[in-house]
């Protein structure tokens, strides 16, 4: 009896022990992903490219631009009416923003 016992902890163990080595392989995956992501936005970034769509930093641009422009740069979203949020909405669609 005392053998099987034994014999049912090791299983225990070693199912745990694949677990958490899937568990690993998973997050080191996860990990490589996110890094690869990070890269291409770094690319993005060093890139000359003009396009918002394209590049973060001329997204942000666009962005600010439109914000100054529109004199809702200084503007805090809770004191913002209803209207506010329609017309920016409408502006950066006329930039060729769409939110989904």
Do not use: Q, W, Y
Request: aromatic letters at 4%; proline letters at 1%.
């Amino acid at each position: 009896m005392e053998s099987d016992e034994s014999e049912e902890e090791e299983e225990e163990d070693e199912e745990i022990k694949m677990g958490e080595e899937e568990d690993e392989a998973i997050h080191d995956e996860e990990a490589d992903d996110n890094e690869e992501d990070e890269e291409e936005m770094d690319d993005a970034e060093e890139g000359e490219s003009e396009d918002p769509l394209k590049s973060i930093k001329a997204f942000k641009k666009l962005v600010v631009k439109t914000l100054e422009d529109n004199e809702m740069s200084e503007k805090r979203a809770c004191k913002m009416e209803i209207i506010d949020f329609l017309n920016l909405l409408n502006i950066f669609n006329e930039k060729g923003v769409h939110f989904k």
